[in-house]
């Protein structure tokens, strides 16, 4: 089993930044991804980035040049800076894991961007 702890989210106002953070912890052997998705009120769960153990990262074409995934492997943490945060990325962001078999999602942090 494995745990995810979300950390970092909160409310800024728009051309702000913020750094979330995701740990885990628990039966782990390898992770094969880690990323994060974010759901804002009325929409489908979106992939924002995601990162292979490989260092293979994809974005978002929305979050592109304003937001940066990266992986401290040694510590299973995977971190999103976001900066020139707009009203629209106002959404709940999940970290996502993946390892050999399952995936897991975190509980969700909230990010609320104001105009």
């Known amino acids: 089993q494995v745990q995810l702890l979300e950390s970092g989210g909160g409310l800024v106002q728009a051309g702000g930044s913020l750094r979330l953070s995701c740990a885990a912890s628990?039966?782990?052997?390898?992770?094969?991804?880690m990323g994060w998705y974010r759901q804002a009120p009325g929409k489908q769960r979106e992939l924002v980035a995601q990162?292979?153990?490989?260092?293979?990262?994809n974005y978002a074409d929305s979050v592109k040049g304003r937001f940066t995934i990266s992986r401290d492997s040694s510590k299973n943490t995977v971190y999103l800076q976001m900066n020139s945060l707009k009203p629209e990325d106002t959404a709940v962001y999940y970290c996502?894991?993946?390892?050999?078999?399952?995936?897991?999602w975190g509980q969700g942090t909230q990010v609320t961007v104001s105009s």
């Open positions: 990162i292979t153990a490989r260092g293979i990262i």
């Open positions: 996502k894991v993946v390892v050999p078999g399952r995936l897991y």
């Open positions: 628990g039966s782990i052997f390898s992770i094969n991804v």
